[in-house]
């Protein structure tokens, strides 16, 4: 079993770096899958991931908060609605047109519900 939570892991870190570059492509809900399935297979990845200086923040308020900083959930609202403007500009089959925006309206109404972490104190 340590195997597949090491390839899940792998995976999702390598989805991740592919987000860094690639536009639209998150990078944090990867980071936050291979964490989670690093704790289970793999401590070494988990402890590195924790420690990462941009993202190690982010996924330790997540597991301890489920917290979404204000700056990400807009940037992935604004995404969301590109996504529906575009299956509106470009061609596509109708029962996406009619599916995704609602799916994205829900995505975006959890999201927004998420606790924002807390300021670091001193701030």
Do not use: N
């Amino acid at each position: 079993m340590i195997w597949f939570w090491r390839s899940l892991a792998s995976l999702c870190v390598a989805l991740g770096a592919i987000g860094v570059v690639v536009p639209g492509l998150p990078t944090t809900p990867f980071l936050l899958v291979a964490a989670w399935a690093s704790a289970r297979g793999w401590p070494e990845l988990e402890a590195r991931l924790l420690l990462h200086p941009h993202y190690g923040p982010l996924i330790r308020d997540w597991r301890t908060r489920r917290a979404v900083p204000r700056q990400a959930k807009w940037a992935a609202s604004l995404l969301m609605l590109s996504s529906v403007v575009m299956i509106w500009l470009l061609p596509a089959p109708d029962w996406l047109r009619w599916s995704l925006p609602p799916f994205l309206c829900c995505v975006a109404l959890w999201l927004w519900t998420r606790a924002e972490p807390q300021p670091p104190a001193g701030r």
